[in-house]
């Protein structure tokens, strides 16, 4: 069962002896397709999940806020006038939210508050930018902040940034804030436009946790990045969002072959996400479950950022008669795959992929069925 409202609500009666005045939660996310395409100025297409972080929270009359952590059964605070970089912990990306709401004007006012999550954390489903963005819809109804999806997603990568100091795309932070239920949502990473797109009837997104974690990620990173940056400084454009596949083509002879497959996969993959909009408004599950396996493909053989038991995930999920397609999703080199199915045989998928992928590898996957949800909330109580 997901974490619920009246969960958090008794949770923060428990602690502090009265009921909460307000009840926010964020969702975490899963990339359905557009790999590596962010810093590209390029497209994603995530959708929030049915697992999120929740704060109950009630109004102090000082600066100060206060918060219990029922995950880590932890109690921290701090004071919003003397806020130092600790480096302590979860209680950090609260300050560090703190920290960038107040040096972008915003007037804040303390509180107190019982945090609680069911979002798998460094799992690959974010739970980090879930809890900025459950952050700073806390700070928005306890201070009377208009509440605007954009302008606190950037607050939030902000605070992931510069307070926690992890560099960090704004795709987790706007499908926290902006996701909407049954859609998945085209994130533009140039202008930051965010269009909701229906999924398909009668399928589910499943998440499938390799349970290896990547290693050697940063430096692999920084090439990929660095080849990005070269091939579209060779075809005379701002980012690799600027070029097409026929113009990829008409000069690809003259790249690299290492820069050239690297290129590939971003421009393909661009053209992927956009055609798998197109798929799921026309409710056609298995074109955009073949996207889905060519963006793997892609992502395996040009972009070279799998590995063994991401691959022997996504053919344990493809086994299956009611998976659509699948692929790895997030950086890479370990976490987790992603596939798309019939949502009628979701159980069934989940016990049997598990099953086979032990199997194959030895490792015991963890497996989330997932619906697609709204972005933050925040209830009055
Ligand atoms: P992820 O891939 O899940 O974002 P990160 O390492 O970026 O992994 O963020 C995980 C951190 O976020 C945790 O170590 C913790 O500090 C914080 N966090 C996540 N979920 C919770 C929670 N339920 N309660 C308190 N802190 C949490
Ligand atoms: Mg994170």
Redesign the pocket.
Same mark, same amino acid.
């Given at each position: 069962m997901p974490l619920s409202q009246p969960t958090v609500f008794a949770a923060f009666e428990a602690r502090f002896g009265r009921p909460p005045r307000w009840i926010v939660r964020a969702p975490g996310r899963v990339n359905l397709i557009g790999e590596h395409t962010d810093y590209n100025d390029g497209f994603v297409l995530p959708l929030a999940i049915d697992r999120a972080?929740w704060i109950a929270l009630g109004p102090r009359d000082d600066r100060r806020v206060t918060v219990h &952590?029922v995950?880590?059964h932890e109690d921290a605070e701090f004071v919003l006038d003397r806020l130092a970089n600790e480096k302590a !912990?979860?209680i950090e990306?609260l300050k560090g939210v703190a920290w960038s709401l107040q040096d972008a004007g915003h007037r804040l006012t303390g509180w107190d508050g019982v @945090? =609680? !999550?069911d979002?798998p =954390? !460094?799992?690959?489903?974010?739970? &980090?930018?879930a @809890?900025e963005v459950a952050t700073a819809r806390a700070f928005a109804a306890s201070s009377g902040i208009d509440w605007a999806p954009h302008p606190m997603a950037l607050l939030g990568q902000k605070a992931e940034n510069r307070w926690v100091g992890?560099q960090c795309g704004i795709m987790d932070q706007l499908i926290s804030a902006a996701g909407q239920a049954d859609h998945a949502v085209l994130i533009d990473c140039r202008s930051l436009d965010t269009t909701p797109v229906p999924f398909p009837p009668g399928t589910a997104v499943v998440v499938l946790d390799t349970a290896t974690r990547r290693g050697l990620v940063d430096s692999a990173y920084n090439e990929r990045r660095a080849r990005c940056e070269s091939a579209a400084r060779f075809f005379g454009v701002k980012a690799l969002r600027d070029v097409d596949l026929a113009q990829f083509h008409a000069r690809a002879a003259d790249l690299d072959d290492t820069t050239r497959r690297r290129a590939r996969h971003v421009i393909t993959e661009n053209q992927r996400t956009l055609e798998a909009v197109a798929a799921m408004r026309q409710s056609d599950p298995i074109a955009l479950g073949s996207l889905m396996n060519q963006s793997h493909a892609s992502l395996r053989d040009d972009y070279e950022v799998s590995s063994d038991a991401l691959d022997a995930m996504v053919d344990s999920a493809r086994a299956h008669p009611a998976c659509y397609g699948a692929r790895m999703t997030g950086a890479g080199f370990g976490g987790c795959a992603v596939a798309l199915i019939e949502r009628q045989a979701a159980e069934e998928f989940a016990a049997t992929v598990a099953a086979s992928y032990h199997q194959s590898t030895g490792r015991t996957p963890a497996v989330y069925v997932c619906r697609a949800t709204n972005g933050a909330e925040a209830f009055e109580v």
């Open positions: 972080i &952590s995950d880590f !912990g979860w990306y @945090l =609680q !999550g979002v =954390q !460094g799992a690959g489903l974010s739970s &980090s930018a @809890l992890v």
